[in-house]
């Protein structure tokens, strides 16, 4: 059986589908992995987007969409995903973060809701930073924490559930400020939970938990450009890194790849990482890097290009993928 890809010299593997052409930018397809396949779906659901919020949400057997920015602006809408019924939903809660974009969104088992933290809010200039944090119960959202003592302001943090908890790791202040940084949330505050060395700070870094070691995988993102103002994107990275009981190792690089705004996802058959999407600048990147542990292997995955989607999965490892952009640049 193949999860999601496989690894080049061996098996088959179900190459990238043709979609219908249309012009570069954001994207609003969905596209599911069940462990043997990739499928398209042909569905409606939100408007097309990048850099929105996914998490899955396991008492309730959905996945949960929050923000991204559209191309009529910054979203603050919610959204469901039901893997039984093939299905986007639109909720209306009746409280609701900012819009935004770029936020780390991930399940807490010990809590069971659905964290939320920090982001890019809109306004009049280049967008303000947030240092908020949100948690979603299945029917509305609830501000929990205005964050005077923990991550502080930040977009493009990632997080992940991590045994009972949630995991966050980086993030920036446009290009100026850039963060190696790793948190925990309690239901009530922040901690940091990391020591020691650290990655160099970055925001967008492709993140996995791996449940077999307990430990934080993270790589690549966007670090800090040097000599370049505050409105520049960053330096894409290509570094990778684990973090287990609090110390971080750095780990072999992956094949001279270096990528933008990758995401990343646990391959439960293979017990490895996922790198997959992303931009290798200027150009939209098809290949795939998978870390065992051990070594790197080159991977294919099937899915159409993009970076900056919205990838997630449940507790058996199917995945989620919604949007992203397939216009080319850094």
Not at 37 to 47: D, F, I, L, N
Not at 109 to 123: A, T
Request: include cysteine.
């Amino acid at each position: 059986m193949i999860f999601l890809l496989t690894a080049c010299g061996g098996g088959s593997s179900l190459g990238p589908i043709s979609v219908s052409p249309r012009p570069p930018g954001p994207l609003g397809d969905t596209w599911t992995n069940d462990g043997s396949r990739w499928v398209h779906e042909s569905v409606s659901g939100p408007s097309a987007r990048y850099f929105a919020a996914l998490a899955y949400d396991a008492p309730r057997h959905v996945f949960v969409l929050f923000g991204g920015q559209t191309a009529g602006g910054t979203s603050d809408d919610t959204w469901t995903w039901d893997p039984r019924r093939s299905k986007w939903t639109e909720m209306s809660p009746a409280h609701k973060p900012p819009p935004r974009r770029d936020a780390a969104i991930a399940y807490d088992p010990g809590h069971q809701v659905v964290v939320l933290y920090g982001g890019l809010i809109p306004d009049q200039a280049e967008g303000i930073d947030a240092s908020d944090t949100w948690t979603w119960n299945g029917s509305d959202w609830t501000e929990v924490s205005e964050d005077n003592n923990g991550p502080g302001y930040r977009s493009g943090p990632r997080m992940v559930t991590a045994g009972n908890r949630v995991l966050m790791f980086g993030g920036h202040i446009f290009n100026t400020s850039y963060f190696g940084d790793a948190w925990a949330w309690d239901g009530v505050t922040w901690s940091r939970v990391d020591h020691g060395l650290a990655p160099p700070g970055r925001g967008d870094a492709a993140i996995a938990w791996d449940p077999d070691d307990s430990s934080l995988f993270v790589y690549g993102g966007l670090g800090m450009r040097p000599n370049s103002g505050p409105g520049n994107l960053g330096l894409p990275l290509g570094d990778a890194w684990s973090m287990k009981n609090g110390a971080w190792r750095q780990l072999p690089a992956a094949g001279g790849q270096i990528r933008a705004d990758a995401n990343a996802i646990w391959n439960q058959k293979t017990n490895s990482a996922v790198v997959m999407f992303g931009i290798a600048c200027p150009h939209l990147t098809t290949a795939g890097s998978s870390w065992d542990g051990a070594r790197w292997s080159s991977v294919q995955v099937g899915a159409s290009p993009r970076w900056g989607a919205a990838v997630t999965q449940d507790g058996q490892g199917n995945v989620l993928v919604f949007g992203g952009s397939d216009e080319s640049g850094c």
